[in-house]
């Protein structure tokens, strides 16, 4: 499965990465990736048109998107569109950070699974 991750390069400017998640079998119930310890769950709405100017994320997080759009722009100057079901690993936490947009015309839902 892949998921995008944002972080922090070196240069103190935000860059996206692929990466897949490994997963292994577990018989009949099908294939499972390594547990990962979690701090706190969360749900967030946004509207349409709403932008959120550079930033940082406070703590490492996932962020799945459940319905609507939005265009995430790393401190690099690359944008990645996200949509049902897109998983991002936020983890720049320091340096320049990203802006986020949200487009369409239905409100951004997401769900966030902060990290230890």
Not at 11 to 38: C, M, R, T, W
Not at 54 to 78: K, P
Not at 81 to 88: I, N
Request: with cysteine; net charge neutral.
């Amino acid at each position: 499965m892949k998921i995008i991750r944002l972080y922090t390069g070196l240069d103190n400017h935000s860059y996206f990465e692929d990466i897949e998640v490994p997963f292994d079998p577990k018989g009949p119930l099908g294939l499972f990736s390594e547990p990962i310890g979690a701090k706190a769950v969360f749900f967030r709405e946004i509207p349409p048109g709403y932008i959120y100017p550079w930033h940082n994320v406070v703590c490492r997080e996932y962020v799945v998107t459940l319905d609507g759009q939005a265009e995430i722009e790393a401190g690099s100057g690359e944008k990645r569109r996200f949509g049902k079901g897109d998983v991002l690993l936020a983890e720049d936490l320091t340096g320049k950070g990203h802006q986020t947009r949200a487009i369409g015309r239905k409100p951004w839902r997401q769900i966030f699974v902060t990290l230890p």
